[in-house]
Each structure stands twice: as structure tokens, then as C-alpha cells.
């Protein structure tokens, strides 16, 4: 069944355009919180934004929302993702909200669901909060001696900063590192700096002054240009950029590459096996990750295990099966030791863990394996179109995966965040992976031309 507001990542869209409204908004905190009542105590929720202009008007729609569905709501201002759903566990909250769209400019704007477990909702559940959206709820809302209250409040960022430092071990100091942390003008510009500079490291921190619209504006995961650059300025040992809520990052190392998502799980799961700590004899991972990831593992006996693309789909595989490490190329990194979600911050502190035992550069240390020749190209659909579903698109599909053969892999999908089509394709033959995903790449777009 198609759902009208739930992507892969919660609800995303323009600001003030539906579904991103003060109406819808208000309605979800409505649904959201009558979906999670438990019993007769005071409900709770804790509510957390990036740094989006947008975010003001959204965060006051839910409040009303949760509000009148008899929830008090405990407001966090800007704070990351990973914090939200670490404060839902550590407030015994009933219900956790971010407000953010992660990695899109600050005209749009997100809403993501947790649970009281800390983690992000599954599908049956938003579905049924999406039910309830477009229904008439007056009649199970609260008496008026039942409202909900709202108030801001204090200290959050120093929970999270702390909570941040626990996942290393306590002996360990960052002294003696130089970090550039690139922080999108997002939600950690505060914590993830003070993070740093608390572990004893010497930090530079830039796009760390938020506007309401530079959010992710040509910095952060996404944009690492800025961020080589100042490593190469300065001469730090690492540069780390964050995305907009800071649920994921990126490394840059020493000498100005850029290193994905890929290479540090590779990293990390080689150093959790060396030390005993890995579980489920390999990780999760994504359709999207490098095949280069899976043949690395597989040297060590371990197994690489793909889902959907979502870092909600890598966790949900994590504990129906037992693993402690997966993620995203992208930089989502789920280390469920210590997180319940995608957690830039604590992700990076492996990787500084890593460089401080370690003699090697970290250009050294984060190169675990060569990367397979990958392309991915993104289509924009427009109209509503099903390009995929046509016949002309499905056998330029068909003759792709037959070239390719066992040496390669294609990966097509629509985007769940933004209207694109994605076209990923990958192997040994780098000439051959850029002619699949050209060819499939023209039929979409020769589709849309004639339409």
C-alpha cells in the first residue's frame, strides 16, 4: 500500500508545502500521541529540531498536537538525531521526535518517529499513526483538565556530550590529535566541538554558525570540499563532517581524500573482531554498500548482510539477527553497543579510538580495501511517472544485469526522500559499469523527455 506521508526516513517534504505544514504537523503529534498511550501516569514526549527557519513552526504545530492528545512535551531545541533518541530512554519519555530533513537544504524539513525503546518506528506502526492522520480524533483527545504542558529543557546537551565520551574507554584521551569537525550548520554545532575539545583533542571547528538557511548550504557530509580544505590548512591528522541532524558523517584523512561510509565499517569491524567485541559474525549493511566491503569481509570469515536502503532497515536486520555493527556508505553508522540509531558523533570516536592506538596515518588505517568500480547517477522524475514499471526501461534493465553478470551488481530504486530515481551499478569492468548506468540512465530520461 502506498503511504501518503511516510518515506523511508519519516515524514520529509518542502516547508509549508504538504506534507510539511502546520496542519499535517499538528495532526501527527495528535496520531503520535495517541498511538502511545500506556496506561494512566503523564505521558510524555521530547522534541528535538535541527536548524532550519521551518523549525520553529513545525515544532509549535506538534506541540499543539501532542498537547492535545494529553501529552506533555519536553522541548530539547536543536540537538541531533542520536541525542532524541537517547533522551526518550534516558527521560523514560513515551514517545521521541526530530525535526529535521538530515541532509536536505533548509527549505525542506522532516519528522522522525521513536519509540520509547529508542528506536526508530517500524512500518506497521507508521502506518498506523498515518491512519489516524486524516481521521477525525476529536472524540479520543483530552478532557481539558488532561492537556498536555510544554517546557524547554536544560542540561540536554551536556547529557549527550557525556553519554557521547562514555563509548570510549575511560583511560582514553584524544591528546595530541588535531580534528577539523565540519559541523553543516546543523544540529550538533555545540555538542560535537565540546566533545572533541573535552577528549583532549585540538579542534577546529567550522560552519558551526547556524543562520536558519546555511544548514548543509555547500558543507557538511554531503559537501566536503570546505572541509579538506581546512584539514589541508591546518594540518590536522583528520577532518569529520557531519550532515544536518548529525545522524551520519564522513572522514576526510590527513592527506585531503574523502572516505565513505564503506571504509569505516571496515575499520570498525576489523577492530571489534581483533578484540572479541564483534557479534554476529559480520555486519548490515545496505543494497548500496561496495562490493569491495563484501569481499573484504568474507577474507575474514565474515558475512555481509544487505537490506533496503535506511538506516532504519540496517537496525531492524541488526537485532532480529544479532549484530552489533552496520550502516550506510552514506555514513550512517549504527554501533548498537552503544546507539539505537545512525550516530555521527559516537561513530567518530571509533575511528579516533582507532588512530590513537594506531602508529599508521589515518590514510593508512582507513584504506582497508580497493573499492569496486562504482557509478551511481540520479534521474529526476517529474508527474508522478512510473518509468520503471515501463517495458522500454525494464529490458534496458534486463540487458544491463546480463552484461554485468556474477561480476557485478545493479542497484535501481526511487529515492524516499527526494523525486529522483537512483542507478547504481558496479564491478570489475569500470568501462562496462559506466555504459549500464549511462544507457539505463538515457531510457529513464528519454521516457520523461516524450512525456
Known amino acids: 500500500m502506498t503511504r501518503q506521508y511516510f518515506g523511508t526516513d519519516g515524514i520529509r517534504g518542502r516547508a509549508n508545502k504538504h506534507p510539511m505544514t502546520p496542519e499535517v504537523a499538528m495532526k501527527v503529534g495528535m496520531a503520535a500521541g495517541l ?25 509549535n504545530a506538534m506541540v499543539a498536537g501532542f498537547c492535545a492528545a494529553g501529552m506533555d512535551v519536553f522541548l530539547l531545541g536543536p540537538i541531533p538525531t542520536p541525542a532524541v533518541a537517547m533522551l526518550v530512554r534516558s527521560l523514560r519519555a513515551d514517545i521521541g521526535v526530530m525535526i529535521s530533513a538530515s541532509h536536505n537544504p533548509y527549505y525542506d524539513n522532516g519528522i522522525k518517529l521513536f519509540g520509547p525503546d529508542g528506536y526508530k518506528l517500524s512500518d506497521e506502526i507508521e502506518s498506523r499513526i498515518e491512519a489516524l492522520v486524516d481521521q477525525n480524533v476529536d472524540i479520543a483527545l483530552a478532557d481539558a483538565d488532561r492537556l498536555g504542558r510544554a517546557k524547554r529543557i536544560d542540561g540536554v546537551h551536556d547529557r549527550y556530550i557525556e553519554f557521547a565520551k562514555r563509548t570510549l574507554p575511560k583511560s582514553m584521551s584524544l591528546a595530541g590529535l588535531r580534528i577539523v569537525i565540519d559541523c553543516a550548520h546543523g544540529a550538533a554545532y555545540k555538542v560535537a566541538p565540546a566533545a572533541l575539545w573535552e577528549l583532549g583533542a585540538e579542534v577546529f571547528a567550522i560552519n558551526n554558525e547556524p543562520d536558519g538557511f546555511n544548514i548543509n548550504q555547500e558543507c557538511g557530509s554531503t559537501h566536503p570540499e570546505s572541509l579538506a580544505k581546512k584539514v589541508h ?21 590527513e592527506k585531503g581524500n ?41 577474507d575474514r570469515g565474515l558475512q555481509l548482510h544487505r537490506t533496503k536502503v535506511g538506516d532504519r532497515y540496517v537496525v531492524e ?13 552514506s555514513g550512517h553508522i549504527v554501533l548498537s553497543d552503544f546507539s539505537t540509531t545512525g550516530d555521527g558523533l559516537v561513530s567518530a570516536l571509533q575511528v579516533l579510538a582507532c588512530l590513537k592506538r594506531s602508529d599508521k596515518p589515518l590514510s593508512e588505517l582507513l584504506s582497508k580495501f580497493e573499492p569496486v568500480p562504482q557509478v551511481l547517477k540520479n534521474v529526476r522524475v517529474t508527474g508522478g511517472g512510473r518509468p520503471l514499471e515501463t517495458a522500454e526501461v525494464k529490458a534496458v534493465i534486463e540487458g544491463a544485469r546480463e552484461r554485468l553478470g556474477d561480476s557485478g551488481r545493479l542497484v535501481i530504486r526511487p529515492s524516499g526522500t527526494e523525486p529522483l530515481i537512483r542507478v547504481m551499478a558496479e564491478g570489475d569492468d569500470p568501462q562496462l559499469v559506466e555504459q549500464v548506468v549511462g544507457d539505463i540512465v538515457e531510457a529513464i530520461s528519454e521516457l520523461r523527455t516524450a512525456a
Not at 591546518?234 to 576526510?252: H, S, W
Open 317 to 329: 536486520h541488526m537485532r532480529a539477527h544479532g549484530f552489533n555493527v552496520g550502516g550506510e556508505q
Open 35 to 59: 498511538s502511545f498511550q500506556r496506561g494512566k501516569h503523564r505521558h510524555r514526549v521530547v522534541l528535538g529540531k535541527d536548524t532550519r527557519l521551518s523549525g520553529y513552526m513545525i515544532e
Open 233 to 253: 590548512e591546518v594540518r590536522a591528522d583528520i577532518g569529520i563532517a557531519l550532515d544536518g541532524d548529525a545522524d551520519r558523517m564522513i572522514i576526510v584523512d
Open 258 to 298: 574523502v572516505i565513505d561510509g564503506d571504509q569505516i565499517i571496515a575499520l570498525i569491524a576489523e577492530t571489534w573482531l581483533q578484540n572479541g567485541r564483534l557479534a554476529g559474525g559480520g555486519v548490515v549493511t545496505t543494497v548500496m554498500s561496495n562490493l569491495g566491503l563484501e569481499r573484504f569481509l568474507a
